[in-house]
């Protein structure tokens, strides 16, 4: 559960980067109640014990989403929740389900079309939405929360992300009663959920790499970690000493994984030295933060591949043997 929360940390960083540079979002057919179980499990552990969850998942089907945001979308709909019923406690009440909509349902939901949707209904048992904010709750930064209790953006994240994935969000309530919003996403069609990549565990190799980066922790853990998968490692925490290494011997290392933000001969440096030495030579590139324009120049340049971080083994792994059967 905790990597599978720092997984998503990695992801909402790299969806605030892209949507800070107006740039597209990856997506994949992704089954919703995976997504939604996941995200109970870890809202479980947050939640005060007055507050009992109840689910009823009743479809499996698949929507086109990015999981990050997807995941995003449950969390913010059950953290509200869980807010407005935190003082006197309550049922947390997520429900799943498909619906056909025809050109006749089009009345009730005009900014959906026709076909098949699934509809995400999250409900609570709080005091219900006073009709005087009721038409500004998808307002960014606008909120009812005292300071310190919220930023204004949950909602406005939801609607913004199932609006462009082809959905729309919904809300009843009644005071003293309590609020149920509806997320409707449509279905994909015919698609098909994309094969598991293979665990770090499936990876071995038995070239010779250089591993760089100014954070001992990582260079440490990069000699323990490829060297149980077979490979031989050589790491670093300086970029002048990585050099040196392999100008002594370019011919015998294999592929260099550096990261770019280093004191001293910094990532970029590093890699220009090494390809002027080597041109071709595979290299993998890690960071915290890529802008669009240096991917694509790297690339250019001869950089295979980009990680972003914080690095999980079994990207590294998969990118290793990656750029290493392509040669």
């Known amino acids: 559960t905790i990597m599978e929360a720092a997984d998503r940390a990695q992801e909402l960083v790299r969806q605030i980067l892209v949507m800070s540079r107006k740039a597209g979002t990856e997506t994949a ?15 479980a552990a947050t939640l005060p014990g007055t507050i009992k969850i109840d689910t009823d998942l009743r479809t499996n089907a698949l929507v086109l989403a990015n999981g990050s945001q997807l995941h995003q979308v449950v969390t913010n709909l059950c953290t509200n929740a869980g807010h407005a019923m935190r003082r006197k406690g309550g049922i947390l009440q997520v429900k799943l389900r498909e619906l056909e909509l025809g050109e006749g349902d089009l009345e009730l939901y005009q900014d959906l079309s026709a076909g098949l949707y699934v509809v995400l209904e999250v409900r609570d048992t709080g005091p219900g939405i006073p009709e005087t904010v009721r038409n ?63 665990d770090s565990s499936t990876v071995e190799g038995r070239e010779s790499i250089i591993f760089v980066d100014d954070e001992p922790m990582q260079a440490d853990l990069a000699e323990r970690m490829l060297g149980k998968m077979g490979f031989r490692v050589q790491a670093f925490t300086d970029g002048y000493k990585a050099l040196d290494c392999f100008k002594a011997d370019p011919a015998g290392f294999d592929l260099l994984i550096t990261d770019l933000a280093m004191p001293g001969l910094t990532g970029e440096a590093l890699v220009e ?22 991917e694509e120049d790297g690339l250019a340049v001869g950089i295979r591949r980009y990680l972003l971080k914080p690095l999980r083994w079994r990207s590294i792994a998969e990118a290793i043997r990656e750029v290493l059967d392509e040669e």
């Open 29 to 43: 057919p992704i089954r919703m109640s995976e997504v939604v179980e996941e995200a109970l499990r870890l809202m």
């Open 136 to 198: 500004r709750i998808f307002d960014p930064f606008f909120t009812t929360k005292a300071p310190g209790e919220g930023s204004g953006i949950g909602l406005s994240v939801v609607h913004s992300v199932v609006v462009a994935a082809g959905g729309t969000v919904t809300v009843d309530t009644e005071i003293g009663i309590g609020s149920i919003f509806r997320v409707f996403w449509p279905v994909a069609a015919g698609a098909e959920l994309q094969t598991q990549r293979a």
């Open 273 to 294: 030295e090494v390809l002027r030495i080597r041109p071709g030579f595979p290299i993998v590139v890690c960071s915290g933060h890529f802008e669009q324009d240096v």
